[in-house]
């Protein structure tokens, strides 16, 4: 249990600590994830929709 204590500890000071790094990432533009999930999601069903022939 002393190792589990020791990994909260460690983990909960590197959660609170704010510094340089704001947990933002500049680099993911929200339009594009969502754009790519929703192609992905689409292409999903397309693909479900093909192997479902029961109908």
Do not use: Q
């Amino acid at each position: 249990m002393t190792a589990f204590h020791t990994a909260h500890a460690t983990l909960a000071t590197l959660a609170s600590e704010g510094g340089e790094h704001s947990g933002k990432h500049d680099n993911l533009n929200p339009y594009l994830t969502g754009g790519g999930t929703l192609v992905f999601l689409l292409l999903m069903l397309w693909i479900t929709t093909r192997f479902n022939r029961d109908r």
